[in-house]
T-cell receptor, first 113, second 114 residues
Framework: KAGVTQTPRYLIKTRGQQVTLSCSPI?????VSWYQQTPGQGLQFLFE???????NKGNFPGRFSGRQFSNSRSEMNVSTLELGDSALYLC????????????FGPGTRLTVT | GENVEQHPSTLSVQEGDSAVIKCTYS??????FPWYKQELGKGPQLIID?????GEKKDQRIAVTLNKTAKHFSLHITETQPEDSAVYFC?????????????FGKGTKLSVIP
């Protein structure tokens, strides 16, 4: 069974631009969560989607948004990029029941210049 | 909200020795505690997890223990090998709340010296 895939793997953007990242979960998984990883703050929860609905949201500004499609694929968008948005963005998929087990993709490395 | 503290931040052991990483959590409602291993350039890999109704769980050379009263849990790796070198993260969440918001510790960089 294929794992979680994320595209693109690397991205360089300029301050003020916007970016869209994509995540395809493990087949059969209905929940997708997004995390930001930085050396200073570590791994921080952004939001979680289940059956196309945002089920939970972390403490990030409204510039960070996401959505989930009927095939469970998810995208996250960051508008008006800031230098501090440079990070590894990780997507994790889960069955969506009460098991809690989350499986991460390789991440998208975003650099904002 | 939940707060997870992880110690030590770095750990060096000789090949064949054991390694122990400890985490504490603050929210008594947390009931699911996974451990992840992250190698350079890769996403975190789930290596073992434990739920609050279990005190200990083992999988080959890896074991995790949970003390609900003290709100701490630990990862034990025995007979360490060079390929165990990576950054390890503990996490906690209340999986029964319908939320999958994992709160992570800051990570432990484990180096296994051949």
């Amino acid at each position: 069974k294929a794992g979680v895939t994320q595209t693109p793997r690397y991205l360089i953007k300029t301050r003020g631009q916007q970016v869209t990242l994509s995540c395809s979960p493990i087949s059969g998984h209905r929940s997708v969560s997004w995390y930001q990883q930085t050396p200073g703050q570590g791994l921080q929860f952004l939001f979680e989607y289940f059956s196309e609905t945002q089920r939970n949201k972390g403490n990030f500004p409204g510039r960070f948004s996401g959505r989930q499609f009927s095939n469970s694929r998810s995208e996250m968008n960051v508008s008006t990029l800031e230098l501090g948005d440079s990070a590894l963005y990780l997507c994790a998929s889960s069955l969506g029941g009460r098991s809690g087990e989350q499986y991460f993709g390789p991440g998208t490395r975003l650099t904002v210049t | 909200g939940e707060n997870v503290e992880q110690h030590p931040s770095t750990l060096s052991v000789q090949e064949g020795d054991s390694a122990v990483i400890k985490c504490t959590y603050s929210d008594s409602a947390s009931n699911y505690f996974p451990w992840y291993k992250q190698e350079l350039g890769k996403g975190p890999q789930l290596i073992i997890d434990i739920r609050s109704n279990v005190g200990e769980k083992k999988d080959q050379r890896i074991a995790v223990t949970l003390n609900k009263t003290a709100k701490h849990f630990s990862l034990h790796i025995t007979e360490t090998q060079p390929e165990d070198s990576a950054v390890y993260f503990c996490a906690a969440t209340d999986s029964g709340a319908g939320s999958y918001q994992l709160t992570f510790g800051k990570g432990t960089k484990l180096s296994v010296i051949p």
